[in-house]
């Protein structure tokens, strides 16, 4: 087992929130996408209410209707409005489109005992995170991670004062009974927000969440703005983690584009201490599942190669 802090993990591949729901999305699909497979799996971020979030349908453009009858593939009348692919990534504004923390407790939580499960939470007060924290602290879970990175939701992350940032994760760090996980963006202050992370005793940050950009439809010019994951942001991501590495010694979870394990040794030489999957599940479903396989079957061999 390795140890992050206080985060004791069995490996250090993650998931990042969203990318598999609640974590109970394909447990029953395991030889190809095992959720018990990670080190963790974050959760999609809950809030204390349930939320539609931009959540909504469109129905196909029959163009594409005949497309899909002519590939023979099954047929889909509406998509969700709250994504968007582009070549390799995705844009998405499902704006914290969630369930609500006491239906996750309820009906998920117990189906996805053996899922190392961190629970992602976003508030809109410093109030409703804590009134979660503590609804979680009857959980047995890894982690919790504070969501204060979506570029999805009515609140300007970046415009908040570091003070306001300071008193929230100080207050989750007195009420909570688990390790907590910043997840930053890489917009703002990132640098002084993982130097108050650590200093008020958060265990690890993570970073990078999706960034706010917009897609103007080439045909109609619709506007479409939402967080930019995949490929894009890569470079971005590995910027941020050295730049935070250079400068504090909180363990780090580095996410943004990864989609192979070079993408993984990358984030791995710019120091963090695991690395997570994000969209790469919803173009290569059983790519990281196939990755962290391979990558136990090579430390078993290391370990036998040692012994002769
Ligand atoms: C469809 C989708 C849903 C997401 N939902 C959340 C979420 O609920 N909370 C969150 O903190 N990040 C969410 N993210 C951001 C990812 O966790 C991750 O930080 C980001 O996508 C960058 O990693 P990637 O490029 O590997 O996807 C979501 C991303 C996608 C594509």
Request: net charge positive; with cysteine.
């Amino acid at each position: 087992m390795i140890d992050l802090n206080g985060i004791i993990v069995k490996n250090r591949f993650f998931v990042s929130s969203g990318a598999l729901a609640f974590g109970n999305k394909y447990l029953w699909a395991k030889p190809f996408i095992d959720p018990t497979i990670f080190g963790a799996v974050v959760t999609r971020t809950l809030t204390l209410e349930q939320r539609q979030g931009n959540f909504g349908v469109s129905p196909v453009k029959p163009d594409r209707i005949l497309e899909q009858i002519l590939w023979g593939v099954q047929i889909i009348k509406e998509r969700p409005t709250v994504l968007r692919k582009i070549p390799g990534e995705w844009i998405n504004r499902m704006g914290w489109w969630n369930i609500g923390i006491d239906r996750y407790i309820s009906e998920i939580y117990p189906k996805t005992k053996e899922v190392p499960i961190i629970v992602s939470i976003g508030g809109f007060s410093i109030k409703e995170y804590i009134e979660m924290i503590r609804k979680l602290n009857e959980l047995e879970i890894l982690a919790v991670e504070i969501n204060v990175s979506c570029p999805n939701v009515e609140i300007d992350w970046e415009t908040w004062r570091n003070l306001r940032f300071e008193s929230l994760v100080k207050r989750c760090r007195e009420e909570s009974k688990h390790p907590l996980i910043v997840k930053l963006s890489a917009k703002g202050d990132y640098i002084d927000r993982a130097y108050i992370a650590q200093d008020v005793g958060i265990n690890a940050v993570s970073a990078i969440n999706t960034i706010k950009g917009l897609i103007v439809e080439p045909k109609t010019g619709e506007f479409f703005y939402g967080g930019i994951s995949g490929k894009r942001i890569k470079e971005i991501a590995l910027r941020v983690v050295s730049e935070i590495r250079k400068e504090v010694d909180i363990p780090i979870i580095g996410g943004g584009g990864i989609y192979n394990w070079k993408d993984c040794q990358q984030f791995f030489w710019t120091g963090v201490n695991a690395v997570s999957f994000g969209s790469i599940f919803f173009f290569q479903p059983w790519k990281p599942t196939w990755i962290v396989r391979m990558h136990q079957k090579e430390a078993e061999n290391e370990k036998l190669c040692g012994m002769f």
